[in-house]
C-alpha cells in the first residue's frame, strides 16, 4: 500500500458542478498538505496550502483536513473548463522537506 | 521573476549518450529537487539539495548524478542514458523552513 493514495481518474463533470478530489494516507506524522495543479504538458503549480487539520477558503477552492480519519479534500465551486488538469495531493511531515505526492487525479469540466 | 527554469524543454538522445539538465531558481530558496514523472507512476525523487553544498538520494537515484553548483543552479547528469530513463524531468525548490514546492515547466526527454 502506498503512503498516499488518489483515484487516478479522469473525473469527468459539467460545467458549474462541484468537484471534490480526495487523497487518503497511512502516515500519522504528515502536518503539512498541499493540493497541486498540472495541466497538460506544464509542470506542477501550487494551489493550496494548509497545516494540520480544518478548513481553508480560496477563492472557488476549499482544501480539507481530516487528520483522525487520515483523509484529504480539495473541493472547486462552479467548475470551468479551464479547471481541467490533473491535481495531485502532497504531504510532509514536520521537519521533513520530501513530500510524499499522490499519483495525481485527472479532471475533465466539460461545457 | 523567471522563477525555475530548466533548459533543455525537449531532448532526444540516443542509448549511451550522456547530457546534463539545467535547473536555475531566481526566488532565492534553500532546497531544489529533481523529480521524474511517468504516467501512472506520479512524480518520483531522483535527487535533492537541502542547501548549497549538500545532495542526497532520493527515491530513484540509479543511473543519475547531480551538481548543487550554487545557491540558484542544480542539474541533472545522465552519463550513459537508457531507454527507462525516457520521462519527464522536473526541477522544483522550497524557501527555508517551508515546505510548499515551485516547479520548473519540465524537460521531456527521449532515448531511443
Known amino acids: 500500500q502506498k503512503e498516499v493514495e488518489q483515484d487516478p481518474g479522469p473525473l469527468s463533470v459539467p460545467e458549474g458542478a462541484i468537484v471534490s478530489l480526495n487523497c487518503t494516507y497511512s502516515n500519522s506524522a504528515f502536518q503539512y498538505f498541499m493540493w497541486y495543479r498540472q495541466y497538460s504538458r506544464k509542470g506542477p503549480e501550487l494551489l493550496m496550502y494548509t497545516y494540520s487539520s480544518g478548513n481553508k477558503e480560496d477563492g472557488r477552492f476549499t482544501a480539507q483536513v481530516d487528520k483522525s480519519s487520515k483523509y484529504i479534500s480539495l473541493f472547486i465551486r462552479d467548475s470551468q473548463p479551464s479547471d481541467s488538469a490533473t491535481y495531485l495531493c502532497?504531504?510532509?511531515?514536520?521537519?521533513?522537506?520530501?513530500?510524499?505526492f499522490g499519483r495525481g487525479t485527472s479532471l475533465i469540466v466539460h461545457p | 521573476n523567471a522563477g525555475v527554469t530548466q533548459t533543455p524543454k525537449f531532448q532526444v538522445l540516443k542509448t549511451g549518450q550522456s547530457m546534463t539538465l539545467q535547473c536555475a531558481q531566481d526566488?532565492?530558496?534553500?532546497?531544489m529537487y529533481w523529480y521524474r514523472q511517468d504516467p501512472g507512476m506520479g512524480l518520483r525523487l531522483i535527487y535533492y539539495?537541502?542547501?548549497?553544498?549538500?545532495?542526497d538520494k532520493g527515491e530513484v537515484p540509479n543511473g543519475y548524478n547531480v551538481s548543487r553548483l550554487n545557491k540558484r543552479e542544480f542539474s541533472l547528469r545522465l552519463e550513459s542514458a537508457a531507454p527507462s530513463q525516457t520521462s519527464v524531468y522536473f526541477c522544483a525548490t522550497v524557501a527555508g523552513g517551508l515546505y510548499e514546492q515551485y516547479f520548473g515547466p519540465g524537460t521531456r526527454l527521449t532515448v531511443t
Open positions: 539539495s537541502a542547501s548549497e553544498g549538500t545532495t
Open positions: 526566488m532565492n530558496h534553500n532546497s
Open positions: 502532497a504531504m510532509s511531515a514536520g521537519g521533513s522537506y520530501i513530500p510524499t
